[in-house]
Every structure is written in C-alpha cells, then in structure tokens.
C-alpha cells in the first residue's frame, strides 16, 4: 500500500507539472499563439508515449529481477542520450511541417524533449526497482518550479519564454535527482546486443505507440489548418482541463504492468478490468465537474481559449473516458507480451482518430462536432481491443 501511494503521489505531480505549465502558457500568450504552442507541445507527448513502449514498460516488465532491472533502464538511458540529436531533430521537422515559427519558445520546447524523454524513462525505473518515493521527490521538484513560474506570471512579469525556460530547469532538475538516485551506467559498447534482445516484441510495440502516438499530433495538425487556431487552441485547452485525468492512465501504466508480473493471469485480468471501470468512473465524474465550473474560473485558467474549450467540454469527457477504459485492456495485452494485437489496435485507433479528424474538421469548423467525431474515434478503438482480449484468451 505505501508503495501505491508514492506511485499514485508521484503520477499526481508529473501529471500536475505538464498540465500547469500548459495553462501557465495559454494565459501568457495569444489565442492563436497559444494554437501553434500546443501543436508543438503535442509532439512531446507522442515522443513519450514512443518512449514509454520502447523503454518505459520494457523496464516495468523487469521489475521481478533487480540485475535485469538496472540493466534494462542503464541500456535505456543511454538509447536515450545517444539519440538526443534524432528526438530534436524530430522536433524541429515537426515544427516546420507545421509552419510554426521557431522563435524562443519553440527552441525551448524542443530543447526540452530529450530531458524530457530521460526523466520519464527513468522515474518508471525508480517504481520498478521499488522506490517509488525517488520518482515522487524528482517530480515533486519539478512540479514545485511550475508553481514558482505560475506565482511570478500571476504578477504579469513573466514572459512566455521565461515560463518556458523555468520548466526546462525544472525537468533538468528533477532528471539529476533521479540519475543521482539510481546511478544507470551509461554504456555503448553493449547497447547494440540489448537493442537486438527480444527485438520483434519491442519493434511491434514501438511500431504501434508509433502510429498511434503520431496521430495526435497529426490530427490536431489537421484540424488547425483545416478548423482553424482557435478551434485548435480549443480542443488543447479542453484536453489540459482533463489533462488530471491522465493521472489514472499513467498510473496504471505504473503499477499494473509491475505488478502483474507477481499475479496469475486470471487474477491479473480481474483486477486490471476492475480498475479500468473505477478509472473510467471517476474520469467521467471529472468532466462533469468540468462542464458546472463557473465562467470566470475558466477563463482565468485558459484565457481567451476558454469559450471554445467549453463547447468541446461535454465530448471531450466521454473521449477520455472511453480512452481510460482502451489503455486498460492495451496494458493487458502488454503484460501478456501479445504484441501483435498491440500493434493491430493501436492501428485501429490511428486510422480512427484520422479519419474523423479530417472528416469532420473539412465540412465544419464546429469545435463541439469535431470533438465528437474524436469520441467516436475512441469507441472503435475500445472495440478493436475488446476484440484483441477475446482473441488473445481462445
């Protein structure tokens, strides 16, 4: 139980500092600026989720094994230092395949990715080697430096590079105190062995948080060139409102995969299904209390964002939760190394979410409908990992 609850406190904080420093954002710049930022930003979260498949849940995976869990994450870290230069050149693309101008802020996010992508890999390992309480202190620094940004902008003093730049010292910050905690040993000269180890489940994962990863970005891509920067900046600011959400997701991503090791596969099931319909519950109870929140409270937190974040609100919360219930059953299928449904899944939420993105975004520019048509993205999604989990159990 105090394990969980230094889980459960660490995912609190991570989730807290990511989503904070987006409406510190949104109130320190235009609408439409702010449209362009969160494109940008996006990417970051789909590198993530990259990095999660390839290393992150590989690590969680070697929880039951100290030797192989220091090896797992030094191997990962140093995959992740060594192609530092790939992940900003990424960014960069990005950035210009979006005709996003890479004035400060810009540079800042992408310089912030590779740090970014480390400290994430590396709080997963502080979990699974059971010091959960090294991950909540590295996170719990980091969320404390957005929170020293949020009260200097309150006095209108605080740029939006400035904001940016206090972040990027926070995740420098929190990174160090992990390193210092779990000492990865940096090596090249065996990285190429363990990159080839178990290569097919790793490249099918990878492959699959790939294409669906990049989807985000892609269809938020779309409907800013398609819909607009305002119903672009919208649909942003109506995802960081349920942005604490995602608490729930990555911290069964946290525990459940660790823990499942130590479980039979029947009881793991159960609990794991279990858990996704309270995480679903209360993730729809979120959005409730979203959709009575006072006017003036949201737009103090998304400024001139808040009008159109408000009409994506009600579709937006059953998204998110029809999204909880999805990753559930996707970690099921992690857990039981049934790669090849991960990758057919993450398939069908891709060429779903796309599809209606585009679909809907080229025939209104109504935030409330395209919302919608992303909802509906999900509900396939859940259909095609409802199917996996029955075929993976004949």
């Known amino acids: 139980m105090r394990s969980r609850v230094w889980s459960l406190t660490d995912q609190v904080a991570?989730?807290?500092?990511?989503?904070?420093?987006?409406?510190l954002m949104a109130n320190t710049?235009?609408?439409?600026?702010?449209?362009a930022f969160a494109v940008t930003f996006s990417m970051i979260s789909f590198l993530i989720t990259l990095s999660r498949s390839a290393f992150a849940y590989p690590v969680s995976l070697a929880s039951d094994s100290p030797?192989?869990?220091?090896?797992?994450?030094?191997?990962?870290?140093?995959?992740?230092?060594?192609?530092?230069?790939?992940?900003?050149?990424?960014?960069?693309g990005w950035a210009l395949a979006a005709r996003i101008e890479l004035d400060l802020v810009a540079l800042l996010v992408v310089a912030s990715t590779p740090i970014v992508?480390?400290?994430?890999?590396?709080?997963?390992?502080?979990?699974?080697?059971?010091?959960?309480?090294?991950?909540?202190?590295?996170?719990?620094?980091?969320?404390?430096?957005?929170?020293?940004?949020?009260?200097?902008?309150?006095?209108?003093?605080?740029?939006?590079?400035?904001?940016?730049?206090l972040w990027l010292v926070g995740g420098f910050v929190s990174t160090a105190i992990l390193a210092l905690q779990l000492r990865p040993r940096l090596s090249l000269r065996s990285l190429p062995s363990w990159l080839t180890n178990s290569w097919q489940h790793r490249t099918a994962m990878s492959t699959g948080a790939l294409v669906a990863g990049a989807s985000i970005p892609v269809a938020?891509?779309?409907?800013?060139?398609?819909?607009?920067?305002?119903?672009?900046g919208g649909?942003?600011?109506?995802?960081?409102?349920?942005?604490?959400?995602?608490?729930?997701?990555?911290?069964?991503?946290?525990?459940?995969?660790?823990?499942?090791?130590?479980?039979?596969?029947?009881?793991?099931?159960?609990?794991?299904?279990?858990?996704?319909?309270?995480?679903?519950l209360a993730t729809l109870a979120w959005g409730i209390l979203l959709l009575l929140m006072p006017a003036s409270v949201g737009a103090l937190l998304l400024?001139?964002?808040?009008?159109?974040?408000?009409?994506?609100?009600?579709?937006?919360?059953?998204?998110?939760?029809?999204?909880?219930?999805a990753q559930t059953g996707t970690f099921e299928l992690i857990r039981e190394l049934q790669s090849r449904h991960v990758l057919t899944t993450s398939l069908a939420q891709a060429v779903s979410r796309l599809s209606l993105a585009v679909t809907v975004a080229a025939v209104t520019t109504s935030v409330a409908l395209i919302a919608w048509g992303?909802?509906?993205?999900?509900?396939?999604?859940?259909?095609?990992?409802?199917?996996?989990?029955?075929?993976?159990?004949?």
């Open 29 to 35: 710049m235009q609408g439409s600026a702010f449209g």
């Open 235 to 280: 649909l942003a600011g109506a995802g960081q409102l349920m942005a604490p959400t995602n608490v729930l997701v990555a911290y069964l991503s946290l525990t459940l995969l660790a823990e499942g090791e130590k479980r039979a596969a029947q009881e793991a099931r159960r609990s794991s299904e279990r858990v996704g319909i309270y995480a679903a």
């Open 303 to 325: 400024g001139e964002v808040w009008q159109e974040a408000r009409a994506a609100l009600p579709a937006i919360g059953i998204q998110y939760a029809i999204a909880v219930l």
């Open 220 to 232: 938020g891509l779309a409907i800013l060139r398609l819909a607009g920067p305002g119903v672009a």
């Open 14 to 23: 991570a989730s807290a500092s990511n989503a904070l420093v987006v409406l």
């Open 374 to 394: 992303q909802a509906a993205a999900m509900a396939i999604w859940l259909s095609a990992v409802l199917i996996a989990q029955a075929r993976s159990r004949r």
């Open 67 to 92: 030797k192989r869990l220091r090896l797992e994450y030094s191997h990962a870290t140093s995959a992740l230092l060594l192609g530092a230069p790939a992940i900003v050149a990424v960014m960069i």
């Open 117 to 165: 992508l480390v400290q994430d890999t590396l709080r997963y390992s502080a979990v699974a080697a059971k010091r959960p309480e090294v991950a909540a202190l590295a996170d719990g620094t980091w969320l404390v430096v957005v929170l020293i940004a949020i009260t200097i902008a309150a006095s209108g003093i605080l740029s939006a590079a400035a904001a940016m730049a």
